[in-house]
């Protein structure tokens, strides 16, 4: 789109059209100070554009500013798109999720199954139809869904509502049809229980 028109008089300077290379395009954002020292260039991150908000894009960590901002405590990172359909345009509005780490076939549970017992993280484990308190270990929290680092392995079967009715260990469970695949109810004690799955986390 040109900005001057034929017959019009110009200055040195005057900008005429705007050109732009788009094949790839870059992206600015920042982090807590606290994740410095575990960012490198190269690193994966995802971004999505209100534009196109079902469409995620994969990026890399281009550049890292070596000074925090002593205001917000946060650094500047800057990373780049690879954009060969010009679905991305510059100016943008964008979210962007750093990737710090990836385990494969983390074990993950709905949050709706972990019950905080004091200082301990407790799940109801279903055993031949029978609830059994489990102290558990957890890591990261994502979508709604806790790793389990130690505790209950996969395959096993966790309680996800109704753990107030369960006072005891050894309280029966019945798994009935019409919910979910991997899950169960017992209307008597009102406990719904799911199937801990290994996934990607």
Do not use: C
């Not at 019009?8 to 005429?16: I, Q």
């Not at 609830?131 to 392995?153: L, N, P, Y």
């Not at 309680?159 to 798994?175: E, F, K, N, S, Y």
């Amino acid at each position: 789109m040109r900005n001057v028109s034929v017959g019009d008089y110009v200055k040195d300077g005057t900008d005429l059209v705007n050109l732009e290379d788009i094949s790839s395009v870059k992206v600015d954002f920042r982090i807590p100070e606290k994740y410095t020292d575990q960012v490198r260039p190269g690193q994966q991150i995802e971004v999505t554009v209100d534009a196109l908000p079902n469409t995620p894009f994969r990026a890399r960590v281009d550049a890292i500013d070596p000074q925090v901002d002593s205001s917000g405590r946060s650094a500047q990172l800057r990373g780049r798109i690879e954009n060969p359909e010009g679905r991305l345009k510059p100016g943008m509005f964008a979210r962007v999720r750093l990737i710090l780490s990836q385990r494969d076939n983390a074990l993950v549970v709905p949050e709706e199954a972990i019950v905080p017992d004091g200082a301990r993280t407790v799940v109801w484990k279903v055993v031949d139809n029978k609830a059994v308190r489990t102290e558990v270990r957890t890591g990261q929290r994502r979508a709604a869904r806790v790793e389990i680092m130690d505790g209950i392995k996969a395959g096993d079967i966790v309680v996800i509502a109704g753990q107030m009715r369960l006072t005891r260990d050894g309280m029966p469970v019945r798994i009935v049809s019409g919910l979910p695949e991997g899950a169960a109810f017992d209307p008597a004690m009102a406990a719904v229980v799911s199937q801990a799955r290994a996934a990607k986390n």
